[in-house]
DNA sequence: CATGAATGAGCCTTCATTCAT
DNA sequence: AATGAATGAAGGCTCATTCAT
């Protein structure tokens, strides 16, 4: 239901089949890499408004070849995107299997804040109604959500988190936290948000705080 | 609501000495209010990256006048910024004044996080690097740091909520949880980061908190 | 049901009903000018697909101004049209008093098919499928047709021509004939088109030459 | 009904002397014609102006092997069109044969204006100015001009036209009758001016043949 | 030779900013 | 002082053409 999609990574190179036109495929395929490296750098750089222009010239391609691959610039933000999204995903379970379970949880999602930390304006470019950004949300909660999951599962087996928290919320709660950036405190708010995770943890305080549903009023 | 409130500080309009323009300063102040006023909704409908043609339209003005108050776009932009900040930070005391502490924080951040809501596009464009943004964060801080220090202050007094949070570092998280909108679980979120600040009240859990430290590095 | 469109000429400058803008108003109705003159003779030289820059160069203005009076490039295209189109059709009263009945049916065929000559790339660009040129044909036909169906029928009356051509067929006949240009035997394609009309008139010429000579001219 | 002509001249393929070369030979040809049809194909689809690309994929080949064979553009545009005024020239003869001097005349008449009709754009192309469309009216005139002077004069001969009639002229009005689509009442202009060419025939009706049924049979 | 990836000039369009009225 | 017309730089995108594979 989730992982049933296509390897990801192919996103935007169809390969043929046949072998015969492998090698002109690989050279386009090490372009497109070298692109949405560039694109990520200055997605980071200068937000993911910039000028295709700058884009190319960074990943040293003219912007046609931009356009050969991805037609519409938000094309090229969307392929960034998702292959953020699935290195950052792939990269929960190593950390489940090097880490006990509530530093694998604040390990990744350290992981996840520097990720999100370099895509400045996404959340505007998400709002911008642009059929291209329209499936991005959900490839976001459909990759990153069941790797969060998993952590916070053990986390919470292990009694260091509350048990109650969906997933696609601290996603979403940490995604923002760092969308402006990860420079002065954004490690701290999203410890900040970690400690609102432990709050109410398997043993919680015997005498604890009365207003938790309140909390909103 | 909202304009009821004093007019907040003359930041933008250069003030002349004589008592003869009176009217006049009169009319260029109401001018800039509805300019205020206007560029706010249309912030909020389209971000801050609206053309400055849409906001004077609103606002029942040629772009003329704006400019002649607002020398650059993005002084238009701060000067909003500020005004709501201003209105803000302005809040707390009247909500300390009615609510018991800890309802008069979380009505208080909830008013904070609508005003924040409905700035689309801020985040990427204080990192633009226009030098008419680069005051604004400490604008940002020195206004309404000490407005919510005072809330949090009383809240701790009364041991609803943990006393070692820093006023900025809440402030900022907050705002960036809302930066994106206010639309789906953002209140779930300012509620998870509420949560983390109960969490360690005056009645710390007995035996939970258990790998607090490295949570945070 | 003809006629009763909106004064012609006064397409693009919607006119305030007060008086407090007119200077400026006036302005631009004479920039407008300018630029539909402009075009129209760029459009006679490079075709109607010139690039917008060649037209505003041409008019001394900026493109942006062309982009204000007329927000899509079509809408420039049509606008001349439409001017020429008006202008066309209020030649015909004139001819018909000045001339005699085929005299003044020849001459305004001419005159129809130097506009049309001046044309070039319209056909195309009326197959583009762009909206903006969708009600062209029919305002084509609503000012030209009668201006054409009088002149025929005083020419019928007369017996000079048959009285049973569409003058929509005929208009769309001499249109087409000279979209390419009026250079070469473009007259004499029209004198041919003529004879065509006189065939089988009310009352044919027992003996009369094929040459007529206020066909040609 | 096409492809069965002669293949029409080398135009655009530099023979080589040897005759070691005749399988490749044959081979660029079938290439070529596969690239003509296809062409021809999108032309009448697209118009003139579609992209080489699409022309290319209609064709099943790269760019690289259209401008292998068409060094510009235009040249495959030329090319096209050659072939097709050879392939139209060609029908005479053979309708000449096979029906009386007048219905002859008026099928290639209509057959020719299905070959300009497919042609939306090639007017504007001819007036671009570009060196390849030159010696197209050339062309056309050495090779269509003859091919309908002969029926011209068989229709003449026979009585059913007048025989002052140019037949280039009568090519380029039929032509540009055409040029912008043979779809609504192109026909019935083209009766028009067929209609023309019988007024002052040998024999002029009396009184009836307004009747233009009879002008395409 | 064929292929199609890469190139980049050039087009349309937007919008911040200026300035004549 | 207000207005909005004019400006033109800048950006997204297309497509003819070239060239490495």
Redesign the pocket.
């Known amino acids: 239901m989730i992982d049933d999609e296509k390897t990801p990574g192919d996103f935007a190179v169809p390969d043929a089949p046949g072998g015969a ?1 492998r ?3 690989a ?2 395929k090490r ?1 497109i890499d070298t692109l949405l490296e560039a694109a990520k750098e200055v997605f980071a750089t200068s937000g993911v ?1 910039a ?3 700058e884009i190319a010239a960074r990943a ?6 931009v ?3 991805f ?4 094309d090229l933000v969307a392929a960034v995107f998702r292959r953020e999204v699935d290195a950052c995903a792939g990269a929960a379970p190593a950390l489940a299997a090097e880490h006990p379970p509530c530093e694998a949880l604040s390990a990744w999602l350290r992981r996840y804040s520097r990720f999100i930390a370099t895509k400045r304006g996404l959340a505007a470019a998400l709002h911008s109604g642009d059929p291209a950004f329209e499936p991005l949300p959900a490839y976001f909660r459909q990759h990153l959500g069941p790797a969060l999951e998993s952590l916070l599962d053990s986390a919470a087996a292990a009694g260091a988190v509350r048990s109650d928290v969906d997933p696609d919320d601290l996603l979403r709660a940490v995604g923002n936290l760092c969308l402006s950036g990860s420079d002065a405190g954004a490690e701290r708010m999203v410890d900040l948000l970690i400690d609102g995770l432990r709050y109410g943890a398997r043993f919680p305080a015997a005498d604890s705080p009365p207003e938790q549903s309140d909390a909103g009023g």
Chains 1, 2, 3, 4 share one sequence.
Do not use: M
Not at 60 to 65: E, I, N, P, R, S
Not at 71 to 74: E, G, I, L, N, S
């Open positions: 036109t090698a002109v495929r050279d386009a372009n408004d000028p295709v222009r040293g391609v003219g912007v046609g070849t356009y050969r691959h037609p519409q610039r938000a």
